[in-house]
């Protein structure tokens, strides 16, 4: 009987190269399907599309388990990440220290711990803040309610003034009426009035001149304040000016002048308010000289001194 050929099996070497090339491209595979997922979900966390960042990276801890560290790892950053508004340091924490847990050998172990540390700290600088934010809040609540406050007593301060000032005016005009006025002096280079008594300075004003103030007044129209003196000859209320002294404006020597020049002294000076002709504030009228050659003062002003100052008072005026 014939001895049976008894020979090894060998296995084809193309089918072991289609094996190992199979296997090989099925790795490859898992590999680019990864990197794409890992690429979407950077992607998504850049378009500040947190949430379905996370997703991604869940995505891949559940279908790549060999991924799970790099995953975890870029999931503590997302959820630490401050612009992110559901922003969650516990969450965050959970991530890294399950990295450091399951993953002893990661490449991200280091940097896993290390955001471990700056995550806790950065926890405590958002308490403190937080707690120094409220304590502005109340602060800034307690700083209007002293402003409402504040604004109250300058209110009853306002009031208090003005009745310190409409006192003192009350007073004041009862010891000028109590003493008669002899003399008013005005001062065309000081744009200035002054009542007298007996020599003694009752109370100041100041005054707007005519338009050419400098030196005395020549001829009817030349826009000077006379200069000289004179006395007050009479008083009158006008839509104009209010109301209005009357100086006796021209003496004896301003008609010389005017003669001896071949023209008209001119006349109707007077020392007169502001009236409603002329568009001028009680605090700037005097700043500059506007009349026809009078003296000007507030309304408020030519009132007062229509009450202190008698007619026939003498007027004088220098330059």
């Not at 490859?28 to 500040?48: H, V, W």
């Not at 700083?143 to 310190?164: C, D, F, R, S, T």
């Not at 400098?214 to 006008?238: A, M, Q, V």
């Not at 202190?308 to 220098?318: A, E, F, Q, R, S």
Request: with cysteine; glycine share 6%.
């Amino acid at each position: 009987m014939r001895k049976p050929d008894i020979r090894p099996f060998k296995i084809p070497f193309y089918l072991i190269a289609a094996s190992i090339l199979l296997s090989g491209c099925s790795h490859l595979n898992d590999r680019q399907q990864t990197k794409a997922i890992f690429a979407e979900a950077t992607d998504l966390f850049y378009q500040e599309n947190y949430t379905a960042s996370l997703d991604k990276y869940s995505e891949i801890i559940e279908n790549y388990p060999t991924e799970t560290d790099r995953a975890l790892f870029e999931m503590g950053l997302v959820y630490a990440f401050p612009k992110n508004g559901q922003k969650n340091y516990q969450k965050s924490l959970e991530c890294f220290q399950r990295l450091i847990t399951d993953f002893p050998e990661s490449n991200y172990l280091q940097n896993s711990k290390t955001m471990i540390f700056n995550i806790k700290n950065s926890a405590l600088k958002d308490q403190s803040i937080a707690s120094q934010q409220i304590q502005i809040k109340t602060l800034k609540h307690e700083i209007h309610g002293k402003e409402n406050e504040i604004k109250a007593l300058q209110k009853k301060i306002n009031a208090l003034e003005k009745n310190i000032e409409t006192t003192t005016q009350k007073f004041t005009d009862y010891a000028l009426r109590k003493r008669s006025v002899d003399r008013v002096l005005i001062e065309k280079s000081k744009r200035q009035l002054t009542l007298i008594s007996h020599g003694e300075i009752l109370k100041s004003y100041k005054v707007a001149l005519g338009g050419n103030p400098i030196g005395p007044k020549e001829r009817k129209g030349d826009k000077k304040t006379p200069e000289g003196i004179y006395t007050i000859e009479g008083r009158h209320n006008s839509n104009r000016f209010h109301l209005s002294l009357r100086i006796s404006y021209p003496n004896v020597k301003d008609r010389k002048r005017a003669r001896e020049l071949g023209a008209s002294p001119g006349g109707d000076i007077m020392i007169h308010g502001i009236g409603k002709e002329v568009s001028l504030s009680d605090s700037d009228h005097w700043r500059a000289d506007w009349t026809e050659g009078c003296i000007a003062v507030t309304n408020e002003e030519i009132e007062e001194i229509a009450r202190l100052v008698p007619d026939g008072t003498t007027i004088d005026i220098k330059p």
